[in-house]
């Protein structure tokens, strides 16, 4: 298996615009996480899916955030309108099932930048 | 979830043992410690968890005192791979298994 993919590995744009991350779990995997890392806050996690459902959606730092999960294979995180706080690393993880937290597995990133 | 608190900072010979503390005073009795790493430009690595005994896997062992307040992670024979950030949660398994806050962590840094 190839593990956790996310795309990009690097995104640099512009305030203001849209940015979209995306994520594909590990095949099988029921759980899908999207966490922001920075220096400033650390590992933090914005939001959990189960079964494609959004569970908790409060570490989502604003409206601007948005994330979906279409499909058991497929999510994105998306930012509209970017800004330059919005920098940072964009893990996405994935789980067999919520119940089973030791066997998340992670990503390897997304890093952010917003000039 | 039990807040923990673990040194910002530890070093260690290659070679020897690496002994990671991690203070959780007010865990619950249905709390888990789990021991998470993360290597450099790289996503968290899990590595052991335990309820109250002690854990051995093919990365490390987990010592969890009697009273559950405090643990400790050993890396029995750190190499220079070992070099990471080492985070301690205490959290519930259940179906709230998605809410989990890292902390800062302890970073080790394994010295030739």
């Known amino acids: 298996d190839a593990g956790v993919i996310q795309s990009p590995r690097h995104e640099v744009t512009e305030m203001g615009q849209e940015v979209t991350l995306r994520c594909k779990p590990i095949?099988?995997?029921?759980?899908l996480f999207w966490y922001r890392q920075t220096m400033m806050r650390g590992l933090e996690l914005l939001i959990y899916?189960?079964?494609?459902?959004?569970?908790?959606d409060s570490g989502m730092p604003e409206d601007r955030f948005s994330a979906k999960m279409p499909n058991a294979s497929f999510s994105t995180l998306k930012i509209q309108p970017s800004e330059p706080r919005d920098s940072a690393v964009y893990f996405c993880?994935?789980?067999?099932?919520?119940?089973?937290?030791?066997?998340?597995?992670f990503g390897p990133g997304t890093r952010l930048t917003v000039l | 979830d039990a807040k923990t608190t673990q040194p910002p900072s530890m070093d260690c010979a290659e070679g020897r043992a690496a002994n990671l503390p991690c203070n959780h005073s007010?865990?619950?009795?249905?709390?888990?410690v789990y021991w998470y790493r993360q290597i450099h430009s790289q996503g968290p690595q899990y590595i052991i968890h335990g309820l109250k005994n002690n854990e051995t896997n093919e990365m490390a062992s987990l010592i969890i005192t009697e009273d559950r307040k405090s643990s400790t992670l050993i890396l029995p024979h750190a190499t220079l791979r070992d070099t990471a950030v080492y985070y301690c949660i205490v959290r519930v398994v259940g179906t709230n298994a998605g809410k989990s806050t890292f902390g800062d962590g302890t970073t080790l840094t394994v010295k030739p």
């Open positions: 993880a994935s789980s067999p099932g919520l119940a089973v937290f030791n066997e998340q597995f």
């Open positions: 007010t865990i619950s009795g249905n709390e888990y």
């Open positions: 899916f189960n079964n494609n459902v959004p569970i908790d």
């Open positions: 095949s099988g995997h029921n759980s």
